[in-house]
């Protein structure tokens, strides 16, 4: 059963990564542009079909690591909006208000779904409550450190903790210090490489991310 719903999981996950592509490759967008015309043909943010098959794939993870269960259709929802984040990001240097903000509401909603059928009320205050610590400590860092974090990863920080604080506290605490090992072994990388130098500047969205991604497997791995 969980290889059916893996499988229907990642054919939806390559129709999700065609309109994440049309729409990163059209970011930033037009104020007053509308969703239907982001993802409408056009020219794509990466060379197709790189894009559409690593979303398929991470579809497929998801459903793996949850199965046919009701907390899927919220992990999917991170999923998708998280790899549209990470392009633009790395593209634009930019994490727009309008997928970070309904995704944030999006996801109580998914994740209220579960807690109302199984009864698992706990688990999605301590998602509340995750939501705000994260956004409250890159609030800080934030503040003290304007050149590093950005206005958009504080709010992003906000969609990481609500995810992860519905998987325990942690998952919260490894995830986010995940993103920031993710980011200092990437910015060694680059910097071996000679494509950045020491004064250079990373987006810390994707790196964010991917410590979340990191955090949800292993804690379906322990589970």
């Not at 967008?29 to 015309?37: E, H, L, N, S, Y």
């Not at 559409?52 to 992990?75: D, I, K, N």
């Not at 980011?183 to 810390?204: H, K, N, S, W």
């Amino acid at each position: 059963m969980t290889g059916v719903v893996a499988l229907a999981a990642a054919l939806v996950g390559l129709a999700v990564g065609v309109g994440v592509n049309r729409a990163a490759g059209r970011a930033p967008w037009p104020a007053g542009a509308r969703a239907r015309d982001l993802v409408a043909p056009g020219a794509a943010a990466v060379r197709p079909p790189a894009l559409e098959l690593a979303t398929a794939l991470l579809f497929g993870l998801v459903a793996l690591c949850f199965g046919a269960s009701w907390e899927l259709p919220a992990f999917l929802l991170l999923a998708g909006a998280g790899t549209l984040l990470a392009v633009v990001d790395l593209r634009a240097r930019l994490l727009p208000n309008r997928v970070v903000l309904p995704a944030l509401l999006a996801g109580v909603a998914l994740l209220a779904l579960p807690a109302a059928l199984e009864g698992t009320w706990g688990a999605l205050l301590r998602a509340v409550l995750g939501a705000a610590a994260l956004f409250t400590v890159f609030l800080v860092l934030a503040l003290v450190s304007p050149g590093a974090l950005g206005m958009g990863d504080v709010k992003l920080a906000a969609v990481v903790g609500l995810f992860l604080g519905w998987l325990g506290w942690a998952p919260l605490v490894g995830g986010a210090l995940a993103g920031f090992v993710v980011q200092a072994v990437v910015a060694l990388g680059l910097l071996a490489a000679r494509r950045i130098g020491l004064r250079g500047e990373l987006p810390f969205g994707p790196a964010m991310l991917a410590g979340a991604a990191v955090a949800v497997g292993w804690s379906a791995l322990l589970a």
